[in-house]
Every structure is written in C-alpha cells, then in structure tokens.
C-alpha cells in the first residue's frame, strides 16, 4: 500500500497545527509507524553589532502575519509582530482601524508608551521612539545591555537567538538538549487588564494581561524569566536602567494597579509594593501547580488563570480568585474548571477569559462565589490569547488576528471590526 499523508493545515505560531502523520503498511504485516511532526527553536548566535549598527527602518503599514502584544494608546493600536516589529494603526474609530505603518525591530517581544514615547526591547537593548506623530517616528535613545538574559558571551558580545523550524520523529514526546527549546507537538494546543496607573505630567498606555512590560510611578518595568527590571522614564525620552530583582524562576506576565505590582510565574502570583517605584518590595506570594498564569486585579479581588500546555509544564486549566484586601496575606477564595485559559480582562463586575482555542469567555463576578454560574456568553470560534477592556472597545488578539467588539452592553458584545492574518 503507498505511503498516505494527513492533510497539513496552516496556522500561526501561537496555536497548534495538525499533526503530520505517515502510516506505513506492509503487504504481510499490519505494522503502523507514526510519524510526529513538531514545532521546535534551534539557536542561532548573533553578533550584538550586528543589529546595533543596522537601520531601524519605519515602514508602510504591513498586513499582520504573527500577533503577539497588544497596547493602546490615545486614538491608536499597537501590535507587536514577535521578533520582527510593532504595528501602528490609527484606532480613532474601532469600526475601521487604519494600517499606518510598521517599525520593524528584530528580537522585539514586548511594548510599552509614556508620553508619546514607545519603549521596546532589541534583543538586550532598550529602544525609545519619539511617535508624537505616528507617521514620522524618531528613535531617541538606546540604552544597551539591560536585557542580558539573552548573551551567550558577554565579552565577544555574542547573543542566542532562536529561529522557529519544524522537525520529524518517531517519538511521540521529544525532548531536546541545552541549547533547543522544549519541541512542540503541532497536534497539540501550544502557547503562543486594566487601565495602568499614572503618574504626575505623565500619560501612560494600556497593555493586556500577557505584558511584560509596564508603567508605574515614572518608571518602567520589565520582567523576563526570572528578574524585575527596573528603569527610570520620569523623563519620558531619557530611560536609564536602574536595578534589577532577582524574582526566582518561570516569571511571566507583570499587571499594575494603584501603587501596586502583580507578577504572574509558572509557579504563583508575587505582589509588591510600588510605592516606592525606584525600589519596589515584596508583600506576598500566593503559590500554586505549575502552570501558566497571567493575573488581573481590582480593589479587592486578583483573578489568576493557570493553563496546560507544553510549554505550562502540564498544569492545570482552571481561574483562581484570591481576596488581597491584605495583600500582605492573599487568600484563595475559590477555583473553577476552565478548557484552555489564557489572557484576561476585567471591565467592574464582568470578567473576559480567552480560553484558546476554545473561544473568549465571559463571566459576571459580582458574586465571585458563584463566577461559574454566571457565564454570560461564549464566542466559540473566536480563538484568542489576550484581552483589553479599553475606553472605546473591547481588543482581543489571537492566532487568526485581533478583533474589537463594542461593550457598553457587558451581557452581549457586539463585533466592530477584525484585522485577520494574512497567511503566506
């Protein structure tokens, strides 16, 4: 019997693609071999010089190819394309966002805007654009090496860099060395908020659940796999890196609120004091499974969601809600059953999940004993990784693009409009 292939379809970096099977047969025996097709990153070494002494070229508006960050601010929408840039669109009306242009960033993941100045990270650099006017943008200043995370060598000035690629095996969990990334099997689903406080003169972005960057009190902060890194931006167009704290390990996702810092890990939620934003100190750590888990918060309540997945060291799917009235002492008030959570908003008494694959989710959590009975819809087809509840519309980002949906109703959204992925 020939040899027969399973169809492949294309998707994007954040979700799964089906698995590429080949069942073999032969004429006297029925053996069947399997073949797994899997997602993985090899390294690449890269010289720092090389993409300091380049171009940061600011292009014409570019179909979107592979969503990951969203960020707003005033009438625009920003997009982060990972790796590769961030996408600027005028927002001014979420029925009809116009594509003005692109900055292209290699080794860019994360962003974020204080007073017309977008911060984003180069690989170990810090970058600060002047987008005063989104169609004539500026860089200001670099400030080099305050991502160290990614050096290989620091004394040739050498970085690891990974590129995605695809590979074949006959094991059905495969498992690379040092220096690759955990492989992913494309059968299965993989990984890829609130308004942030203010400070005096100064006019700050919204970012989702999933950032990793943020603003507090005059200062930036940013987090990586396992430390807080602290730079001062009360002048906006000067950042300067300041401090760093050592947080421990799987550090994901950092949310502010009020004089506050909520830090999501694959291990717990860590809170700290800002109130000092130059020095910041820790209250608590609510610990829990390993899992993925970006955290929303209002005044009295922090909603966690944990996921499974390849890269979640297969934890758990479930929404925790803790009651931080002491954050000193946050307690565990509650859990509830999820499919696949991701990112999430809270909007006063209405909560968005995006559960993956699984579509977005809604909830009323003015009873937060009772959030699993009160679902107040479920967009099952619309596949999604982030949320932000913004002043004109609800954002949600996934795999197949990023939609925008009028929520003056919270018992029932209503599309405005969706900039889909242009698959090549």
């Given at each position: 019997?020939?040899?027969?292939?399973?169809?492949?379809?294309?998707?994007?970096?954040?979700?799964?693609?089906?698995?590429?099977?080949?069942?073999?047969?032969?004429?006297c025996?029925?053996?069947?071999?399997?073949?797994?097709?899997?997602?993985?990153?090899?390294?690449?070494?890269l010289?720092?010089?090389?993409?300091?002494?380049?171009?940061?070229?600011?292009?014409p508006?570019?179909?979107?190819?592979?969503?990951?960050?969203?960020?707003?601010?005033?009438?625009?929408?920003?997009?982060?394309?990972?790796?590769?840039?961030?996408?600027?669109?005028?927002?001014?009306?979420p029925?009809?966002?116009?594509?003005?242009?692109?900055i292209?960033?290699?080794?860019?993941?994360?962003?974020?805007?204080?007073?017309?100045?977008?911060?984003?990270?180069?690989?170990?650099?810090?970058?600060?654009?002047?987008?005063?006017?989104?169609?004539?943008?500026?860089?200001?200043?670099?400030?080099?090496?305050?991502?160290?995370?990614?050096?290989?060598?620091?004394?040739?000035?050498?970085?690891?860099?990974?590129?995605?690629?695809?590979?074949?095996?006959?094991?059905?969990?495969?498992?690379?060395?040092?220096?690759?990334?955990?492989?992913?099997?494309?059968?299965?689903?993989?990984?890829a908020?609130?308004?942030?406080?203010?400070?005096?003169?100064?006019?700050?972005?919204?970012?989702?659940?999933?950032?990793?960057?943020?603003?507090?009190?005059?200062?930036?902060?940013?987090?990586?796999?396992?430390?807080?890194?602290i730079f001062?931006?009360?002048?906006?167009?000067?950042?300067?890196?300041?401090?760093?704290?050592?947080?421990?390990?799987?550090?994901?996702?950092?949310?502010?609120?009020k004089?506050?810092?909520?830090?999501?890990?694959?291990?717990?939620?860590?809170?700290?004091d800002?109130?000092?934003?130059?020095?910041?100190?820790?209250m608590?750590?609510?610990?829990?499974?390993t899992?993925?888990?970006?955290?929303v918060?209002n005044?009295?309540?922090?909603?966690?969601?944990?996921?499974?997945?390849?890269?979640?060291?297969?934890?758990?799917?479930?929404?925790?809600?803790?009651d931080?009235?002491?954050?000193?002492?946050?307690?565990?008030?509650k859990?509830?059953?999820?499919?696949?959570?991701?990112?999430?908003?809270?909007?006063?008494?209405?909560?968005?999940?995006?559960?993956?694959?699984?579509?977005?989710k809604?909830?009323?959590?003015?009873?937060?004993?009772?959030i699993?009975?009160?679902?107040?819809?479920?967009?099952?087809?619309?596949?999604?990784?982030?949320?932000?509840?913004?002043?004109?519309?609800?954002?949600?980002?996934?795999?197949?693009?990023?939609?925008?949906?009028?929520?003056?109703?919270?018992?029932?959204?209503?599309?405005?409009?969706?900039?889909?992925?242009t698959?090549?």
């Open positions: 019997m020939k040899t027969k292939l399973l169809p492949l379809s294309r998707w994007t970096a954040f979700l799964f693609l089906p698995v590429l099977v080949v069942l073999s047969f032969t004429s025996e029925d053996e069947v071999e399997t073949t797994y097709t899997y997602r993985t990153q090899v390294p690449l070494f010289e720092v010089n090389t993409f300091r002494e380049a171009d940061i070229l600011i292009e508006g570019k179909p979107l190819d592979n969503p990951g960050k969203i960020y707003i601010y005033g009438d625009y929408l920003l997009i982060s394309e990972p790796d590769k840039g961030i996408h600027i669109l005028d927002n001014t009306n029925a009809t966002p116009k594509n003005i242009n692109f292209n960033i290699p080794g860019t993941m994360d962003l974020a805007i204080n007073s017309n100045v977008l911060y984003a990270d180069n690989y170990v650099d810090l970058l600060a654009f002047d987008i005063t006017n989104p169609k004539d943008i500026k860089l200001l200043k670099r400030e080099e090496d305050v991502f160290p995370n990614l050096y290989s060598n620091e004394e040739t000035g050498t970085i690891v860099v990974y590129k995605d690629t695809l590979i074949t095996s006959t094991q059905a969990n495969m498992h690379l060395g040092h220096w690759g990334r955990p492989a992913t099997r494309l059968d299965f689903f993989a990984n908020s609130g308004m942030e406080s203010r400070a005096v003169s100064q006019n700050y972005g919204q970012g989702g659940s999933m950032a990793r960057f943020t603003l507090l009190g005059g200062h930036l902060y940013a987090v990586d796999d396992n430390h807080l890194r001062n931006v009360e002048l906006p167009d000067d950042p300067k890196f300041t401090s760093e704290i050592l947080l421990g390990w799987g550090i994901e996702t950092i949310f502010p609120f004089d506050k810092l909520f830090i999501g890990s694959m291990t717990g939620m860590h809170i700290y800002a109130s000092t934003p130059s020095d910041p100190k820790k608590a750590e609510y610990q829990h499974i899992a993925c888990d970006p955290v918060v005044d009295e309540y922090a909603f966690v969601t944990l996921r499974s997945g390849t890269g979640c060291r297969m934890g758990i799917d479930e929404l925790h809600v803790l931080i009235i002491n954050p000193y002492q946050p307690v565990l008030l859990k509830y059953p999820m499919e696949n959570p991701h990112g999430l908003g809270l909007a006063g008494d209405y909560l968005y999940i995006a559960e993956g694959k699984h579509g977005l809604s909830f009323n959590v003015s009873n937060v004993f009772a699993g009975d009160n679902l107040v819809e479920h967009l099952k087809d619309l596949r999604s990784v982030d949320i932000i509840p913004g002043p004109k519309s609800l954002i949600v980002i996934g795999p197949d693009g990023v939609c925008q949906f009028d929520y003056t109703n919270p018992e029932k959204l209503k599309k405005l409009s969706c900039i889909n992925v698959f090549r």
